[in-house]
C-alpha cells in the first residue's frame, strides 16, 4: 500500500492572533510545521506527504519542506480546511503502490 500523509497547514491563524503565521510559531527552537513533517518523514509506513499552506508560502516554501528523503508537494490552501485538505486530496499520487 502507498500511503500519503497530508498536513492541512494552509491557515492564516486568525484566531492564534500571531504577528506570524502560526504554523511557523517555533516551539522548543523549531517551527510547528517542521516538527509535524518531520514526523511524517520519520514513520516508515509514509511514502509521500502533501501539505497545504497560505499561498504565500507555496512558491518559496520553508527550506525544511524541500529535498528530503521522502517526496513532499506543497499546494496552495483554501478559504477552509476542507478546502485545503481537498486541495491536497487533488495533489495526492492516485492509486501508487509501494515499491519497497
Given at each position: 500500500?502507498?500511503?500519503?500523509?497530508?498536513?492541512?497547514?494552509?491557515?492564516?491563524?486568525?484566531?492564534?492572533?500571531?504577528a506570524?503565521?502560526?504554523?511557523?510559531?517555533?516551539?522548543?527552537?523549531?517551527?510547528?510545521?517542521?516538527?509535524?513533517?518531520?514526523?511524517?518523514?520519520?514513520?516508515?509506513a509514509?511514502?509521500?506527504?502533501?501539505?497545504?499552506?497560505?499561498?504565500?508560502?507555496?512558491?518559496?516554501?520553508?527550506?525544511?519542506?524541500?529535498?528530503?528523503?521522502?517526496?513532499?508537494?506543497?499546494?496552495?490552501?483554501?478559504?477552509?480546511?476542507?478546502?485545503?485538505?481537498?486541495?491536497?486530496?487533488?495533489?495526492?499520487?492516485?492509486?501508487?503502490?509501494?515499491?519497497?
Amino acid at each position: 500500500m502507498f500511503v500519503t500523509a497530508i498536513l492541512a497547514a494552509g491557515g492564516r491563524g486568525r484566531r492564534f492572533g500571531g504577528a506570524r503565521l502560526k504554523q511557523l510559531v517555533e516551539i522548543g527552537g523549531r517551527p510547528m510545521l517542521e516538527r509535524s513533517a518531520d514526523a511524517f518523514l520519520a514513520h516508515p509506513a509514509i511514502d509521500e506527504i502533501v501539505v497545504a499552506l497560505p499561498d504565500q508560502l507555496v512558491s518559496n516554501p520553508p527550506a525544511y519542506l524541500r529535498d528530503r528523503a521522502k517526496a513532499i508537494r506543497v499546494v496552495g490552501g483554501g478559504e477552509r480546511r476542507q478546502d485545503s485538505v481537498g486541495n491536497a486530496f487533488r495533489a495526492a499520487s492516485p492509486g501508487r503502490r509501494r515499491t519497497r
